[in-house]
């Protein structure tokens, strides 16, 4: 994880203020670099500027060091070209070849050696198109989750962007006529408009002519002869750029059920082949993770966003399979206080409760209940684990503490909905509560000392966990339910894992998602939609001789796999929204909606 500046003026070397140095260095708090550099206009042929004209560009990056032996600071340099690279992701392939220590200098190292080759026949024009074009299959060739900012000091341009699916951060916005700026995060103090780069290509902005103009026209798309636009898929009528950018997903298998059609079971081949290729995927993302710096002799290193329920229960349980047994698993449950929760709760006590107290309320949170619940089946599975589980109790007080900041975090977005999941992924992520281990029933403090965090946001997407896709087919069938994941699949680019990414990562923390893998979700693309969830049947398994239990169709392939490794339990898990879960939703009685937009 990293944390990424950049800023171009035409008038003046433009400073970095205090809270956005703060900002990225709390992202990225093992190393801080910045660099400053002056582009004479007339040292490049074919400019249309007055001669003698000083662009003057700024960068600055953190880094949070995650990948090889030690830590590479950040920009990146190319000596020969003078090149810079800001780099926040991780390449775990590249051309399908694992990318063994540190991905950001493998990526730059590919970036420069695709200058090196171009062709010294070719005239200006044609190696600045060639190099991009290199450059863009570099880019394409990454299976991970990345945003980037390279200047190309060979001809002038400044290219950047996110991966398809939108997993890191990058913002961008016009300060004035003369002044351009791209970040991983808002400072919160600064004039100007903000926007979320759109994770649908790469752009690249010609430094040589008319910047300002390039700057403007980047968020409609417009190839003009300062900025072209390269689209990560097939862009639709009215984009024509020279260049595309291959896909790298197939299409979403929409191929009917034939009307007799059998649904997998516990043992069928594909559930053992959902389990190889997602293993593979969480694999990837938590071996050789460095020792993060801590108090303790043997401090966690992958901590996991745990609400007990289905999908981050089977990515704790194949974890236990991938790391060696002394080394512990933090599972990071958090809940709040709401006071409009416990009010109506206090006016309704139940039979068993005298008095509503807070640390009830705390217990009586559904995700609470099914983290324990989970937590207990995994102390079952796999006794010989050492999981932590850590109760993340937030008081109302503390929520309204820490307001403004969660939502300068998660600027530009700005609703109701936004603030409730924001909240809940940046205490998690604080990771600070009260910790009871495998062996003890004892609760003290503690605060997690892994860096790295697994979600299992994606898996609803792909296997059709949400409400709304059950919704779907009962109103057109599985010709519905594919046009509903077809939608979902289209844009997973324009979730908000941006704004999650912003709010995580604050804590020196970075989130990783195995269900979003480029290969596992190839392979669960493929799949026929009644193998990943049979809305038609009646989803019930062979327990034993005399008891079957039901599962729902929801996500059901991977309610089977949970099922084949004995969490009988979180087999059966409902689907719940994050901020229900947690209590974040309504924390006033008001009548603001999800959609509406945050009060300050």
Not at 260 to 285: G, K, M, N, T, W
Not at 435 to 440: A, L
Request: contains cysteine.
């Amino acid at each position: 994880m990293c944390g990424i500046y950049f800023s171009l003026s035409q008038t003046q070397q433009s400073p970095v203020n205090n809270q956005m140095v703060e900002l990225l260095s709390r992202r990225g708090p093992d190393s801080l670099k910045h660099l400053q550099r002056k582009i004479l206009v007339n040292g490049y042929p074919r400019s249309t500027q007055v001669q003698g004209q000083i662009t003057y560009l700024n960068f600055v990056s953190t880094v949070l060091s995650l990948r090889g032996s030690k830590v590479t600071t950040q920009p990146l340099v190319d000596e020969s070209l003078g090149s810079i690279l800001c780099w926040n992701g991780e390449a775990w392939k590249i051309d399908d070849q694992l990318v063994v220590g540190n991905d950001a200098q493998l990526v730059f190292n590919h970036m420069i050696q695709a200058f090196h080759l171009s062709s010294p026949n070719l005239s200006y024009l044609e190696a600045k198109t060639s190099t991009l074009l290199a450059l863009a299959n570099v880019l394409s060739a990454i299976s991970g989750p990345f945003s980037f900012l390279f200047y190309d000091a060979a001809f002038g341009r400044i290219i950047y962007g996110r991966d398809a699916l939108g997993r890191r951060s990058l913002l961008t916005k016009v300060v004035s006529a003369d002044e351009w700026v791209i970040a991983s995060i808002y400072d919160g103090c600064s004039s100007g408009k903000w926007e979320e780069v759109e994770a649908d290509g790469i752009y690249s902005i010609d430094l040589i002519t008319r910047t300002t103009e390039a700057s403007t026209n980047r968020a409609q798309g417009v190839d003009t002869s300062s900025t072209a636009f390269i689209p990560w898929v097939n862009p639709p009528t009215g984009r024509n750029p020279q260049i595309r950018l291959g896909k790298f997903l197939p299409a979403l298998n929409r191929i009917l059920p034939a009307r007799e059609h059998l649904r997998p079971e516990v043992d069928s081949d594909v559930v053992f082949d959902l389990e190889s290729i997602l293993r593979q995927s969480i694999a990837l993302r938590v071996n050789g993770v460095p020792q993060p710096p801590s108090d303790h002799k043997l401090p966690t290193r992958i901590g996991i966003l745990f609400s007990g329920g289905l999908d981050c229960t089977l990515l704790a349980r194949i974890v236990h399979d991938i790391l060696p047994r002394d080394s512990s698993i933090d599972l990071l449950n958090v809940v709040f206080e709401n006071p409009r929760v416990i009010a109506a709760a206090a006016s309704n006590l139940p039979l068993d409760v005298q008095a509503w107290t807070v640390e009830l309320a705390y217990s009586r949170c559904p995700d609470r209940i099914t983290g324990i619940s989970s937590y207990h089946e995994l102390l079952r599975v796999c006794p010989e684990r050492s999981w932590r589980m850590v109760y993340i109790n937030i008081p109302y007080t503390e929520y309204v503490e820490h307001r403004a900041q969660v939502i300068t975090l998660m600027h530009p977005h700005s609703t109701e909905m936004d603030l409730s999941i924001a909240y809940a992924l940046y205490f998690a992520a604080r990771g600070r509560g009260l910790v009871q281990c495998s062996d003890t029933t004892n609760l003290i403090p503690y605060e997690t000392p892994a860096r790295v965090l697994l979600s299992g946001i994606g898996a609803d997407e792909l296997f059709a966990g949400y409400t709304r896709h059950a919704t779907a087919f009962r109103r057109a069938g599985y010709a519905g339910l594919l046009d509903e994941l077809d939608i979902d699949y289209r844009r997973l680019g324009k979730r908000n894992l941006g704004r999650d990414d912003r709010v995580i990562s604050h804590w020196g923390k970075e989130a990783r998602y195995p269900y979003l893998d480029e290969d596992f979700l190839s392979w669960t693309l493929k799949q026929p939609v009644w193998i990943k969830c049979p809305f038609s049947q009646n989803a019930t398994i062979q327990e034993d001789i005399n008891n079957t239990i039901s599962l729902e169709p929801g996500k059901y392939l991977l309610r089977l796999l949970v099922r084949k490794l004995d969490m009988k339990g979180a087999a059966s898990e409902k689907k719940r929204a994050i901020q229900f879960g947690t209590r974040t939703a309504k924390m006033s009685s008001g009548k603001a909606g999800g959609t509406d937009a945050v009060v300050r």
